[in-house]
């Protein structure tokens, strides 16, 4: 038997898309009440608005996903540095949004999972960053 076509770098970015994806759709059914904040558009018709948010954040996702299972180095790089930059500033916007001192109308539980989030993406990012240094783009960690 070969095994799986991608080693646990690939694997755990694809398992983070995968989550992220499911989640994005949960909230979109549970709580749509948080996009249309998120997307505030005037007159508009926010059920449309956020159905064409989640189709492009789908083919966004794809794209990224068919970079990791192709290993393109472009994709390789944008994901290590949105996750490394984005996961260490979305940590702390969300601490001065829980304690009151930068202003949001999202509420709490959704502010502590972008957190989380954010926790996870360091985490990730710093995991490519050992397989790069061991194996170099996509090397395992």
Not at 48 to 68: M, R, Y
Not at 98 to 108: R, V, Y
């Amino acid at each position: 038997m070969k095994g799986l076509p991608f080693n646990r770098t690939q694997g755990l970015v694809l398992g983070f898309f995968g989550l992220v994806w499911v989640a994005l759709v949960v909230i979109l059914v549970v709580a749509p009440e948080v996009y249309d904040d998120a997307l505030r558009l005037p007159g508009g018709d926010l059920d449309q608005a956020t159905l064409v948010f989640l189709v492009a954040i789908s083919c966004f996702i794809a794209l990224l996903v068919v970079g990791v299972l192709q290993r393109w180095r472009w994709t390789f790089w944008l994901i290590l540095v949105a996750f490394i930059l984005g996961g260490a500033l979305r940590v702390p916007a969300s601490i001065l949004q829980l304690t009151g001192i930068m202003s949001t109308d999202l509420p709490a539980w959704y502010v502590v999972l972008q957190a989380f989030i954010g926790v996870v993406e360091v985490v990730v990012g710093l995991l490519m960053v050992a397989g790069y240094r061991r194996e170099g783009t996509w090397g395992s960690f």
